[in-house]
């Protein structure tokens, strides 16, 4: 949004996990929900955190615990809102689009829709075997991106940066 308001502002951004104009299912928007609803028993809501959040596979148990219903609900509450064209695109911005292929949230054709869109400001990088928690499904290959998105915008290593091989 601030790279919308202000692009005097923000010369690039990094977007993990593009949603936006193409929503999800209404059986991913239920699993989310389940997500949030602390009633369920704790193996009822970790198979919605599953099913919306993660790729097959991958093992949801890091995101066990920290949900926050009055939090998910404010996030809700900004996106219905706020119009996506409001901050789609992101002002000016050069962007590096990271989306996971299996994400059934923010579905992949929303980061292909950005990068057809705003053309050769726009750097897209697709994960397969990642879904919408895309840090603790594939960081790895979150982290070579950036740093490689990074050293194209700034050359080198960026400053107060460890040098890492990308």
């Excluded at 239920?30 to 193996?43: E, I, M, N, T, V």
């Excluded at 900004?78 to 119009?83: D, I, S, Y």
Aim: proline share 7%; with cysteine.
């Amino acid at each position: 949004m601030l790279a919308s308001d202000r692009p005097d502002l923000v010369s690039a951004a990094i977007i993990l996990a593009a949603g936006g104009k193409v929503p999800p299912t209404e059986e991913s928007r239920a699993a989310l929900r389940g997500c949030f609803d602390l009633s369920l028993p704790q193996k009822t809501r970790m198979e919605f955190v599953r099913s919306a959040f993660f790729a097959a596979g991958n093992d949801p148990a890091v995101w066990q615990d920290g949900w926050e219903p009055a939090v998910a609900l404010m996030q809700v509450r900004a996106a219905e809102a706020t119009r996506v064209e409001s901050w789609w695109g992101a002002g000016q911005a050069r962007l590096l689009v990271i989306q996971g292929l299996q994400d059934r949230l923010a579905v992949p054709e929303n980061g292909r829709l950005l990068q057809k869109e705003m053309g050769s400001r726009v750097e897209l990088v697709e994960i397969e075997g990642a879904g919408h928690a895309l840090p603790p499904e594939r960081p790895e290959e979150i982290a070579i991106a950036v740093l490689r998105f990074l050293k194209q915008l700034y050359g080198g290593t960026p400053s107060g940066s460890a040098a890492i091989s990308a």
